[in-house]
């Protein structure tokens, strides 16, 4: 019986279930669109052809609303076995969704032509770590919530699991406001950690649109911004005080409470940090062979920023303390200012950095 689905073909389609009556509705708005019903009184959505049949779901799956999708659905199935692609993974997620291109994309991450997006954040940040700099690798692998237990793989929960292909821009401004939301609940100021996930994710999505084979049409992080720019948090809070640097009392503090610090390598490169305004890392992994003496301004330490861009500091006398101190315990033939200071694991030698100190594992 061929004729234009509606809520009428599905009326009729139960009253001949329920007389065990076996037929065949054919819909002439879609070819290949059926249902069918068998002598046993079970009556399903199908798709048959002359060259495939295939059972969609049960009659009770889908109403009269869902009928345009379903229309949707069949040309797309009938296309991917005709390519000899296995359409089940498109017709097991239509049934569950009910939405043709959602199907899709959730189909093609599990028949493997796509990825979800830790799949590909985790792609990304291998890249970043044989492309860039350890602490942009260690950054981004933070702000993108890579490190599972931690409050911001939580915060990324709308798009923990969820298809590549997906990802919207309302996706990331949840996620931004997730941090910011925690921030509040704990009292701490999440304002910069929001935006450097921001500006992780435009990493990530600038990445992925360069990538050859790359399937997605379009970059969602265009139009995501920051959380708030800094004028408008002195604004709100009323307080330019709180964003001020430290003044030399309060300096000078610090560096009476490093003093009280029992470990002399770790107090010693906090110094060094300290007195030339540098990472934590960079002083933690500095070698011996980027300090050199220039004759006409003493020590100069010549390092490698995060953009691979080398500079020159020249160190001030207090600096230049830390640094004779730091000569002083070091170890010959260890190459760096700050050595290993015990084995990490047995055997695994004393060949190293100090750097655990300050980024434990």
């Excluded at 796509?114 to 933070?142: C, I, M, P």
Aim: contains cysteine; proline residues 4%; charged residues 25%.
């Amino acid at each position: 019986m061929r004729e234009h689905f509606d809520g009428n073909t599905i009326r009729k389609a139960r009253n001949a279930a329920s007389r065990n009556k076996e037929t065949q509705f054919f819909d002439t708005a879609c070819s290949g669109l059926a249902i069918r019903v068998y002598k046993s009184g079970r009556a399903s959505w199908c798709i048959m052809s002359r060259d495939w049949k295939a059972t969609i779901a049960d009659l009770s799956a889908f109403t009269a609303e869902d009928i345009p999708a379903l229309r949707g659905l069949v040309p797309q199935a009938r296309l991917l076995k005709k390519s000899g692609k296995d359409p089940s993974h498109l017709v097991n997620e239509f049934v569950s969704r009910k939405d043709v291109d959602e199907a899709g994309v959730h189909a093609d991450v599990k028949s493997g032509e796509t990825e979800t997006w830790d799949q590909a954040r985790d792609n990304f940040l291998a890249w970043v770590k044989e492309n860039r700099a350890a602490d942009t690798h260690r950054g981004y692998k933070s702000s993108l919530g890579a490190i599972e237990k931690s409050p911001l793989h939580n915060d990324f929960e709308p798009m923990n699991g969820k298809p590549l292909a997906s990802v919207t821009l309302e996706d990331m401004v949840i996620v931004r406001e997730n941090i910011i939301e925690r921030g509040r609940k704990d009292g701490s100021a999440k304002i910069r950690q929001a935006n450097l996930t921001v500006a992780a994710l435009k990493s990530f999505w600038k990445w992925q649109r360069n990538r050859v084979g790359n399937p997605i049409s379009h970059n969602p992080s265009l139009e995501l911004g920051k959380a708030a720019n800094r004028k408008n948090r002195l604004k709100s809070s009323g307080n330019a005080n709180l964003e001020r640097a430290l003044s030399q009392k309060e300096i000078g503090l610090v560096i009476a409470g490093l003093y009280q610090h029992h470990n002399v390598a770790a107090r010693t490169a906090l110094m060094l940090q300290l007195l030339t305004g540098q990472r934590r890392l960079s002083v933690a992994q500095a070698r011996k062979e980027s300090f050199y003496e220039n004759p006409e301004i003493g020590i100069v330490w010549r390092l490698e920023d995060k953009t691979q861009s080398w500079r020159v500091i020249p160190l001030p006398p207090r600096a230049k303390a830390a640094y004779d101190m730091a000569i002083s315990l070091t170890r010959l033939e260890n190459p760096y200012l700050f050595p290993q200071m015990r084995e990490r694991r047995l055997g695994g030698g004393m060949d190293g950095d100090v750097a655990p100190i300050f980024y434990p594992a």
